[in-house]
């Protein structure tokens, strides 16, 4: 495929990214009779959506018609977007996604309801908030479907796998750390699975039976190469190439030579964020932070497409805004000398702890939404100057049961297989709080008097400080088997344990203003014509809110498959 573009770099479509965002675009812009090329800079392709969850939050969906409403889900957005988003961004969003699953669905791509991942809206105290039906999950594929590009797929993380290599599907997983009935035969059975398929282990440690985001990007590969679409990694767009005001093409750094792809119609963006750009990352977030917190692929989203768009005088808009998601730095137990930040998505809600800042307070619900406990830091940091990081408190009850990013529960892993050097950085440990507080450079006396309080609330099982265990989200955040309230148990049995949180993210939100065909704006307030942005390299449709489960990837994927059909022509005039 490289010799073929340096020969004939000239497409209807170029499509810089490999995430799904870009590899929508591209299949969508082939369905309507454009040549297209998807151009990636990395070695593996996928992005960020190959390690993510693979879910979609596509409200009204065919599965859910009874329960909800195109004016329902507006309400919500409405509501959780604080009016800065326009309305027409927000309508064209909820009625073009459920095209999307159509059009996936059409592409062997098949999104379904799972019956055991419920997961609710974010903000469960907005209107037409859901308790659940509108994140939506993709199948697994056999991964041997892909043939020798199986090999080229970004790897999901090895935290989410069983014994760092053995795909689960979410529920399954969730499932195995609860001890929920049935979990045995789960282990037994894809043991099984694993070993015995010698032929593959013959190859490679990897499963063959790709989950999650590598499921969906494998699926979308399928369908590419089906169809022919090429995919070239190790090609990074260095600018835009323009005549007279219109982009045509890109120029690229191919393997260490600089060409010039020629795109007749348009290039679509879909290259990521910048949070892996330090020198961005201190211009526009508002708080101090590292490369290192952000749990996306490390050196890829360094904000190539935000560069490239303000040369051509795009205008930009939340520049300031990240998908915030506390992250714990766990060192690498397979790679030497390396340490990899896990984010902390659902760990805070489960009992047995809390969460303080460096001055022994708590600041949060700690079973808010991941999106919403970063703001809490950032917010708690302005009015302290004492968070970032910040920490999680927990007692042995909670070692014992649950996982903590990469952590497996003692009762799978205790302390003594633990390497020595994690109890003294990652991991501290005490017989008491005060021992504890010591440890971490907290102030003893108001460790205690927090955690005292806070077990005070567990036993009137009341939250009187924060509300936590209050509604529906929190409830699903916590462990269902510990009643009477999932997400409330006392700290109290030592030992405790603390871990250092810092303000990570699944991506920066920030970058060129689009309108609701993904066009990017000028300064002037204008298309500029042919260049389109999608993704975490555009604004974010939803402005500053983080609505559910599987927005970032369902607002890409959508926002992808309108650009393509508004260079195809296809697509409807009026969303409202």
């Given at each position: 495929?490289?010799?073929?573009?340096?020969?004939?770099?000239?497409?209807?479509?170029?499509?810089?990214?490999?995430?799904?965002?870009?590899?929508?675009?591209?299949?969508?812009?082939?369905?309507?009779?454009?040549?297209?090329?998807?151009?990636?800079?990395?070695?593996?392709?996928?992005?960020?959506?190959?390690?993510?969850?693979?879910?979609?939050?596509?409200?009204?969906?065919?599965?859910?018609?009874?329960?909800?409403?195109?004016?329902?889900?507006?309400?919500?957005?409405?509501?959780?977007?604080?009016?800065?988003?326009?309305?027409?961004?927000?309508?064209?969003?909820?009625?073009?996604?459920?095209?999307?699953?159509?059009?996936?669905?059409?592409?062997?791509?098949?999104?379904?309801?799972?019956?055991?991942?419920?997961?609710?809206?974010?903000?469960?105290?907005m209107p037409g908030a859901l308790p659940e039906g509108r994140a939506l999950f993709v199948k697994p594929l056999d991964g041997a479907l892909l043939g020798a590009e199986f090999f080229n797929i970004r790897e999901t993380y090895p935290e989410f796998k069983l014994l760092d290599r053995i795909t689960l599907d979410l529920d399954e997983a969730g499932g195995m750390v609860m001890r929920a009935p049935g979990w045995k035969l789960t282990l037994i059975k894809h043991l099984l699975r694993y070993w015995l398929d010698v032929p593959w282990r013959l190859r490679t440690h990897r499963d063959r039976k790709l989950g999650h985001g590598n499921a969906l990007i494998g699926r979308l590969r399928k369908a590419m190469l089906d169809r022919d679409i090429p995919l070239v990694l190790k090609t990074r767009m260095l600018r835009l190439d323009t005549i007279d005001g219109r982009v045509k093409g890109v120029m690229a750094d191919c393997d260490g030579r600089q060409i010039r792809i020629e795109a007749r119609k348009g290039v679509i963006m879909a290259a990521g964020g910048y949070e892996q750009s330090p020198e961005l990352r201190a211009k526009y977030l508002p708080s101090k932070s590292q490369t290192t917190w952000s749990v996306t692929p490390r050196g890829n989203n360094t904000g190539d497409a935000l560069l490239a768009a303000l040369e051509v005088s795009a205008d930009t808009a939340f520049m300031d805004q990240a998908w915030w998601a506390p992250s714990i730095a766990v060192p690498s137990p397979?790679?030497?000398?390396?340490?990899?930040?896990?984010?902390?998505?659902?760990?805070?809600?489960?009992?047995?702890?809390?969460?303080?800042?460096?001055?022994?307070?708590?600041?949060?619900?700690?079973?808010?939404?991941?999106?919403?406990?970063?703001?809490?830091?950032?917010?708690?940091?302005?009015?302290?100057?004492?968070?970032?990081?910040?920490w999680i408190i927990f007692d042995s009850r909670?070692?014992?049961?649950?996982?903590?990013?990469?952590?497996?529960?003692?009762?799978?892993?205790?302390?003594?297989?633990?390497?020595?050097?994690?109890?003294?950085?990652?991991?501290?440990?005490?017989?008491?709080?005060t021992g504890l507080a010591a440890k971490i450079g907290v102030p003893a006396?108001?460790?205690?008097?927090?955690?005292?309080?806070?077990?005070?609330?567990?036993?009137?099982?009341?939250?009187?400080?924060?509300?936590?265990?209050?509604?529906?989200?929190?409830?699903?955040?916590?462990?269902?088997?510990?009643?009477?309230?999932?997400?409330?148990?006392?700290v109290a049995k030592p030992p405790f344990y603390a871990a250092r949180l810092d303000l990570g993210d699944l991506g920066?939100?920030?970058?060129?203003?689009?309108?609701?065909?993904?066009?990017?704006?000028?300064?002037?307030?204008?298309?500029?014509?042919?260049?389109?942005?999608?993704?975490?390299?555009?604004?974010?449709?939803?402005?500053?809110?983080?609505?559910?489960?599987?927005?970032?990837?369902?607002?890409?994927?959508?926002?992808?498959?309108?650009?393509?059909?508004?260079?195809?022509?296809?697509?409807?005039?009026?969303?409202?």
């Amino acid at each position: 495929m490289l010799a073929g573009l340096l020969d004939n770099p000239t497409y209807d479509v170029v499509v810089v990214g490999s995430g799904a965002g870009g590899m929508v675009s591209a299949i969508r812009a082939h369905e309507l009779g454009q040549k297209s090329i998807v151009i990636e800079k990395s070695d593996r392709y996928g992005g960020t959506s190959a390690v993510s969850g693979s879910g979609l939050w596509i409200p009204n969906n065919m599965f859910i018609k009874d329960k909800d409403s195109d004016e329902a889900a507006f309400d919500y957005l409405k509501a959780t977007t604080k009016g800065e988003v326009a309305d027409e961004m927000l309508w064209r969003y909820i009625r073009s996604g459920q095209r999307l699953v159509q059009f996936l669905r059409g592409i062997g791509v098949e999104y379904y309801l799972n019956p055991n991942l419920k997961y609710p809206d974010y903000h469960p105290d907005m209107p037409g908030a859901l308790p659940e039906g509108r994140a939506l999950f993709v199948k697994p594929l056999d991964g041997a479907l892909l043939g020798a590009e199986f090999f080229n797929i970004r790897e999901t993380y090895p935290e989410f796998k069983l014994l760092d290599r053995i795909t689960l599907d979410l529920d399954e997983a969730g499932g195995m750390v609860m001890r929920a009935p049935g979990w045995k035969l789960t282990l037994i059975k894809h043991l099984l699975r694993y070993w015995l398929d010698v032929p593959w282990r013959l190859r490679t440690h990897r499963d063959r039976k790709l989950g999650h985001g590598n499921a969906l990007i494998g699926r979308l590969r399928k369908a590419m190469l089906d169809r022919d679409i090429p995919l070239v990694l190790k090609t990074r767009m260095l600018r835009l190439d323009t005549i007279d005001g219109r982009v045509k093409g890109v120029m690229a750094d191919c393997d260490g030579r600089q060409i010039r792809i020629e795109a007749r119609k348009g290039v679509i963006m879909a290259a990521g964020g910048y949070e892996q750009s330090p020198e961005l990352r201190a211009k526009y977030l508002p708080s101090k932070s590292q490369t290192t917190w952000s749990v996306t692929p490390r050196g890829n989203n360094t904000g190539d497409a935000l560069l490239a768009a303000l040369e051509v005088s795009a205008d930009t808009a939340f520049m300031d805004q990240a998908w915030w998601a506390p992250s714990i730095a766990v060192p690498s137990p397979w790679s030497p000398n390396m340490t990899r930040n896990h984010g902390i998505f659902f760990e805070r809600g489960l009992p047995h702890s809390l969460c303080v800042n460096q001055l022994g307070k708590r600041f949060v619900n700690e079973a808010c939404s991941y999106h919403r406990f970063g703001e809490a830091m950032i917010a708690d940091e302005k009015a302290t100057g004492a968070n970032m990081p910040c920490w999680i408190i927990f007692d042995s009850r909670f070692r014992k049961k649950y996982p903590l990013g990469g952590l497996m529960p003692s009762a799978v892993k205790p302390d003594w297989m633990l390497p020595p050097n994690w109890l003294a950085t990652f991991l501290h440990k005490a017989d008491t709080i005060t021992g504890l507080a010591a440890k971490i450079g907290v102030p003893a006396d108001a460790l205690g008097r927090t955690v005292s309080r806070f077990n005070e609330f567990v036993d009137a099982n009341d939250d009187k400080e924060f509300g936590r265990g209050g509604d529906f989200f929190n409830l699903y955040q916590g462990d269902p088997f510990h009643q009477p309230n999932p997400c409330l148990g006392s700290v109290a049995k030592p030992p405790f344990y603390a871990a250092r949180l810092d303000l990570g993210d699944l991506g920066s939100k920030g970058g060129p203003k689009t309108d609701d065909f993904a066009r990017v704006l000028g300064t002037n307030g204008k298309p500029i014509p042919g260049l389109y942005a999608v993704g975490n390299c555009a604004a974010p449709v939803m402005g500053d809110a983080y609505p559910g489960a599987g927005v970032t990837l369902g607002t890409t994927m959508t926002f992808g498959f309108l650009a393509a059909s508004d260079i195809g022509g296809a697509n409807d005039i009026n969303p409202i």
